[in-house]
């Protein structure tokens, strides 16, 4: 890992920007930390670091506050990375089946979302092994955000993650909901019941079928953009709870 630019976000946090091979990331820690902080991967949807860094950065600060460090990585195909041309033809698929008011089969579905999760899971596990040894950062970890399927993979197959919140608001493949069943950590699901680009069943089929004896669906009305500061400090006292 090589930290290529660093700054302090209004004094209270340090920001630092890194290269990870060919993956571009930020690691954000509360600036006045006098012991080893707990860290949390900001998950965020493929749309780019540079588009999604407003939002990102607004919840690393509230997350510093509580004393939390924050990181997170370009995905796949995103960004300056190379595109990923199977998942460049299911997005053009999808947005056919929309326009024409068809329904999204399980076969477009695999190929937008399997492929990313394959990828960008280990590269996930990967920014882990490089961040944890930092003398500033300590566990537990968490992780919040981002597509749903990515996080219910890594809530499953990556020990140090001990408690996940999780964004309901990205399709999701029938592989990834027998996964679920596996999935026992503590979860906190957000859910935008008018999303205009969720299938609301599927997200309700997939918190049902999570393993977790701690899991928590706070639902809200409101599309995609429109979750209330409420629900975001309700998931903030979630991993208050369970990483420090």
């Known amino acids: 890992m090589h930290f290529t630019s660093e700054q302090r976000l209004d004094g209270a946090v340090l ?21 080893p902080a ?24 509230h997350c510093a506050a509580e004393g939390f460090a924050t990181a997170t990585i370009e995905l796949p195909g995103s960004g300056d990375r190379p595109r990923l041309p199977a998942a460049e033809q299911a997005r053009a698929d ?3 089946a929309m326009e024409a008011g068809e329904p999204v089969s399980d076969e477009i579905i695999d190929a937008l979302i399997l492929p990313l999760v394959e ?4 590269e996930w596990q ?3 092994d490089a961040l944890l040894p930092l003398p500033e950062l300590g566990g537990p970890v968490g992780y919040s955000g981002g597509v749903i399927s990515i996080g219910t993979r890594l809530a ?15 399709f999701i493949p029938r592989a990834i909901l027998e996964e679920a069943r596996q999935v026992t950590i503590p979860l906190h699901v957000l859910l935008q019941w008018d999303d205009e680009g969720n299938d609301r069943q599927a997200a309700l089929d997939l918190f049902d079928a999570f ?18 500061q409420s629900a975001g400090d309700a998931a903030g006292r979630f991993l208050t709870r369970h990483l420090k």
Do not use: C
């Not at 890194?18 to 993956?23: H, K, M, P, R, S």
């Not at 990828?119 to 280990?122: A, E, H, N």
């Open 211 to 228: 393993g977790s004896k701690e899991k928590t669906l706070h639902a809200n009305m409101g599309g995609h953009t429109g979750t209330p």
């Open 94 to 96: 999808l947005r056919r």
């Open 15 to 35: 920001e630092r920007e890194f290269t990870l091979g060919e993956i571009p990331g930020i690691l954000w820690t509360p600036a006045s930390a006098s012991a």
């Open 119 to 122: 990828k960008s899971v280990p």
């Open 126 to 128: 990967a920014a882990l």
């Open 156 to 170: 499953l197959v990556e020990p140090r993650i001990t408690a996940a919140v999780l964004f309901a608001g990205s």
């Open 38 to 61: 707990p860290l949390v991967l900001l998950g965020h949807p493929p749309l780019g670091l540079r588009k999604m860094y407003p939002r990102l950065a607004a919840r690393a600060r």
